[in-house]
């Protein structure tokens, strides 16, 4: 923007380059707007109707219902339960995990390509394989854990031993992700740093207690904010393990079984729209209560 | 020179035009039918859609479009497309379920006149209610199907003829006493459900197919056998995920000595266990009582036409021509799917293959249809979800669930 104090010329010039700067992100602009922004309004707009695709001719406005409807439902807030057990547990296992893996990665001199791509792989697997052999290893009969641990469960038949796969799972897939984004914020940390304190006499757990950890901070609550955000939506690991059954259900399969399934488009947009308030919550608690830097406040 | 190019030239232009013409009127006739239908292995939908498209004389080529063996992804598959108004589906293989969801929406066309009369001709009377809606009928039967009891011979010298007998003799037969039954959260659940129900007497909706009938009595019988069931010995421990698949894989092994399942097992059991099928007898699905004959719900595939086909007459008549008593033969035979076609079940081919061919067809006559409500898919999601898992029913706390959940699906209002 042009500022006050400038001369004429100079207002001029940076007039220009904020307008060409704007043309330039014009096309950008326009296909969010087209792809993200129209969807979400639409979506926020079918809320308000009563609208069922195999009843196309009685679409008729009903406010705020839908949402009455399902705020008032028992599905609605089992499904919130469960969801947010498998968020908060799975990521505080997978932090507790990827830390150390970031570490060895951050560290290993020798064969670091490798040990980098063997960390990484189960994240470059399609997250629907992925839930399919865990289903096949816990298979009472062709499976192999009952095999190993020597038990004889039926892991998918009880709500308990359903949610350890499910998380289980989860935590198999996704920690790569977690590690590698912890692994940007270790090589935030300055070596200097780190040999300094040496040099002072910090022991390794006093350097990463008091340096290496405060500093990759921001880092590691980025990681943690988007892990939580793609766990709050889980879908395909919990639908090729249980289908929600066993008492396992979460938001997404709720939105899904509305949407797509009974073809309740007024029903199930507000289930999305909720949905989508729930991660806008999470997001703004992160960015509040943990003050995390965002591009523009570190400017 | 100049009137010679002139004509050599007009002659070109007209000669392009007349190959034009020729080749727009060879594609007005040769059009394409696609056919939406599951993936059938064995190849007899395709040999149907081969032999149709020729006896045309060119009038339509089917072309057949694959969708997914499980019928709750066939039918996200279709309505989403249908809701869409896509203009590429002609012919579709719908299941018994789904006639009057898909009617009522308009997604598909009424069968009148001369080709409903073609529709109709010989079929069994079970399969053709399937295809009915509102008075109209909307499809011709093409394939149909029912639960047998499959058993043990070399364990059991008779055939139980009710469940309560059933699990009495499946306990006293020890660890080989399973009985293989389909007790997953999914449409399997609803069918066990409903055939108990209509054993007992009941049904889920009124005669009319709009209110909630539900009575008392027959619906707590059908819940306490289920509850029983499964909490005896006689459930296997992955009842509660177990569908027809895992039931017949289960029964392969060795280690169960009843199953309640499709005829489909029958040539499965031949290929991947020939050690036991010496040894497999079948029965009517088990009854309540001893006086009255096991009801079980009816499934099978009838075709449709969509709505927004361009070539419905065509779609009509190659619906007609795949669904004959030839190809009708051919499903049977070659994918072991029974036919709708009442003479087909004394035809010696035929009984070859279905040696069971006379208790499919009792049981077919006695056959009950799932409620016949646009909200069918609604209703059994409110079913499998209260109903589930079976272990955990307590018949007079579950009736009061049930009959709630069934209403608020019936009044499209609030989550399932």
Known sequence: MPRRNEQPKQRQRRHNEWYQAWLLCAPAVLVLILITAYPILYAIWLSFFQYDLRFPDQRTFIGLDNYISILTSEVWWQAFGNTFILTVSSVTLELMVAFPLALIMYHTVLWRYAVRTATLLPYAITTIIAAFAWKFAFDPTTGFINALSGMEQAWLTQSWSSFLVIILTEIWKTTPFMALMLLAGLTLVPHELIQAARADGANAWQRFMKITLPLAKPAILVAVLFRMLDAFRIFDTVFILTRGAQGTETVSMVGYNTLIVSLNLGLGSAVSVLIFISMLIISALFIWGFNIKTGVDQK | ?416
Request: glycine share 6%; aromatic share 8%; proline share 5%.
């Open chain 2, 1 to 416: 020179m100049i009137s010679i190019r002139l004509i050599s030239t007009l002659c070109i232009i007209s000669l392009t035009m007349l190959a034009g013409c020729s080749d727009q009127k060879k594609k007005e006739v040769t059009s394409t039918l696609n056919w939406y239908v599951f993936n059938e292995p064995s190849g007899a939908f395709a040999t149907a859609a081969r032999n149709c498209s020729e006896n045309s004389r060119n009038t339509y080529q089917i072309k057949l479009v694959p969708l997914p063996v499980d019928p709750d992804q066939q039918r996200e598959q279709l309505v989403r497309r249908l809701a869409a108004g896509d203009q590429s589906i002609d012919i579709i293989g719908m299941d018994v379920i789904w006639t009057a969801e898909f009617a009522q929406a308009g997604w598909i066309l009424p069968w009148r006149s001369e080709m409903k009369k073609e529709a109709l001709a010989g079929r069994l009377s079970a399969p053709l209610q399937s295809v009915m809606y509102q008075d109209e009928m909307w499809g011709v039967p093409y394939t149909t199907n029912a639960q047998l009891l499959w058993y043990r011979t070399d364990r059991i010298k008779e055939a139980p003829a009710t469940w309560d007998e059933m699990i009495h003799l499946a306990e006293t037969l020890g660890e080989s006493g399973i009985i293989q039954a389909q007790g997953e959260r999914y449409e399997g659940l609803t069918a066990f459900f409903i055939s108990l129900l209509a054993t007992a007497g009941g049904s889920v909706l009124d005669t009319r197919h709009e209110k909630i009938s539900l009575a008392q009595q027959p619906t707590l019988q059908a819940l306490s056998t289920m509850a029983r069931f499964a909490n005896s010995s006689a459930a296997d421990r992955t009842l509660s995920t177990t569908r027809e698949d895992q039931a017949r894989l289960a029964f392969e092994t060795g280690h169960s000595s009843f199953m309640v399942n499709y005829t489909f097992v029958w040539s499965s059991i031949q290929q991947n266990a020939p050690g036991i099928a010496p040894h497999i007898g079948w029965a009517r699905w088990p009854s309540l009582s001893k006086d009255k004959p096991g009801r079980t719900a009816i499934g099978g595939i009838n075709l449709a036409v969509s709505a927004h086909s361009r070539y419905a007459q065509s779609a009509f008549q190659a619906a007609v021509c795949i669904a004959s008593e030839q190809h009708q033969r051919i499903a049977a035979t070659l994918g072991g799917l029974p036919p709708t076609i009442a003479a087909l079940y004394d035809d010696t081919r035929i009984r070859e293959t279905f040696p069971f061919a006379d208790v499919l067809r009792a049981t077919l006559r006695d056959a009950v249809q799932r409620p016949q409500t646009p909200l069918y898919n609604d209703v059994s999601l409110a079913i499998s979800r209260t109903l589930h898992p079976m272990r955990n029913i307590e018949p007079d706390k579950d009736y009061i669930r049930l009959r709630d959940a069934i209403s608020r699906a019936l009044s499209s209002k609030g989550l399932l």
